[in-house]
């Protein structure tokens, strides 16, 4: 994951950004309730820890030599076309399972489309089209296939990556959270467990303030980006003390070189206390 540094909105920026959560695409009412995606989410497993991720999964023998390593779960770029390492030659189900197996937790990541006004250059060819719920629902249930492919089951959290964009764009943000819930519906009607991964910038912003908004379809939880800082999971400033918990991921540093077990890795910390998947 790549974050671009980002400055606080303007109060302007904010009022913007409201208006376009309360608009009528953004509070019909289409599927699941608070209620229910809070009985969703104590279905899933939970954990609590160390985890890191990186673009490429790592070797077998990388992950065994890592459980000298602080870390207890591991982040997967398992399935979308916006990933920046599609090719992923060591990821498959034996690699889920036996990973499972060595004690590991697994965190997927799904890096579908991008926001109209993504920052980063390299994610602007990815970015969603003119029809953003017909595209949430369809890359919804591609996350959904990918899962049951590498043996993560029902009852799994799957984590939606979109890297950062301008939240004051209204038009753009609206188009962002209309795929966003789109995807959410269709992964929790196939009985998984939809995350969202984003800058707390913008995205994890932008959920924050539509959940304010009494906005329907948000994600059941949150990973959030906020590097050079230590793990906060509940002290961060995008989002509410009260809200998502033990639904919360903090990615707190990105392109770390670290050693354990005779394998170096750069990799992304994170703290997590959150769902993870549930491996059959």
């Not at 980063?120 to 249930?141: D, F, L, T, Y």
């Not at 209309?178 to 707390?200: H, I, K, Q, T």
Request: net charge positive; aromatic share 8%.
């Amino acid at each position: 994951m790549r974050r671009l540094k980002l400055t606080l909105a303007t109060c302007a920026t904010t009022l913007l950004t409201l208006a376009t959560l309360l608009a009528p695409s953004a509070v019909a009412d289409e599927g699941q309730d608070k209620g229910q995606a809070e009985q969703t989410a104590v279905a899933a497993t939970p954990f609590k820890g160390a985890a890191f991720d990186l673009c490429n999964t790592p070797s077998l023998a990388a992950m065994r030599a890592w459980r000298s390593s602080p870390y207890r779960a591991v982040g997967i770029y398992y399935a979308g076309r916006g990933r920046h390492c599609p090719v992923q030659r060591n990821l498959n189900k034996s690699w889920v399972t036996q990973v499972h197996r060595m004690g590991w937790q697994v965190l997927p990541v799904f890096v579908g489309s991008q926001s109209p006004c993504v920052y980063a250059q390299n994610k602007k060819g990815v970015r969603i089209g003119s029809k953003p719920a017909k595209q949430g629902r369809s890359e919804g249930g591609q996350a959904v296939q990918a899962a049951r492919a590498l043996g993560i089951v029902a009852g799994s959290a799957l984590y939606l990556d979109l890297e950062a964009y301008n939240v004051g764009n209204a038009s753009c943000a609206r188009t962002t959270l209309d795929f966003v819930r789109a995807w959410n519906r269709e992964v929790r009607g196939r009985g998984y467990l939809p995350g969202f991964y984003s800058s707390a910038s913008s995205g994890v912003r932008q959920m924050e303030q539509a959940r304010l908004a009494g906005v329907k379809d948000l994600p059941a939880a949150i990973w959030f980006a906020r590097w050079h800082t230590g793990p906060e999971l509940y002290q961060e400033p995008s989002l509410g003390k009260n809200a998502w918990q033990h639904l919360r991921i903090h990615q707190y540093a990105g392109d770390a070189a670290e050693s354990h077990g005779g394998y170096r890795l750069v990799v992304d910390r994170n703290q997590v206390d959150a769902p993870v998947a549930r491996i059959g």
